[in-house]
Nanobody, 129 residues
């Protein structure tokens, strides 16, 4: 059974940085989509950054390009989201999710929360001015 456990959330001021971690276990394949999604109050869950583990292909939401970086450490079975230049609009619950079923996704599909079959519990990020 795949398990995803997020950590690293917290409260920071505008312009600050955080690094989220997603510790993974239970995968039976080495190639899958895994990434970060976020949801704030009253809004739909949105894709932030996704990586295809089979080739390091990455996808980013326009709102975070140049500020956020997704990466993976295969030795530690962990996926990271480095978040820099944070602003109040980044405040949300951040979830790690994996899709082990889809062989190919377009960028739009990769950043859509639909189709991801495993989810973590989330970690809260709050950015204050």
């Amino acid at each position: 059974q795949v398990q995803l456990v997020e950590s690293g959330g917290g409260s920071v001021q505008v312009g600050g940085s955080l690094r989220l971690s997603c510790a993974t276990s239970g995968f039976t394949t080495s190639s899958y989509y895994i990434g970060w999604f976020r949801q704030s109050s009253g809004k739909e869950r949105e894709g932030v950054a996704v990586i295809w583990t089979g080739g390091d292909r990455t996808y980013y939401a326009d709102s975070v390009k140049g500020r956020f970086t997704i990466s993976q450490d295969n030795a530690k079975n962990t996926v990271y989201l480095q978040m820099n230049s944070l602003n109040p609009e980044d405040t949300a619950m951040y979830y790690c999710a994996a899709d082990t079923l889809s062989p190919i996704k377009t960028a739009i599909q990769a950043l859509s929360h639909r189709g991801y079959n495993f989810w973590g519990q989330g970690t809260q990020v709050t950015v204050s001015s």
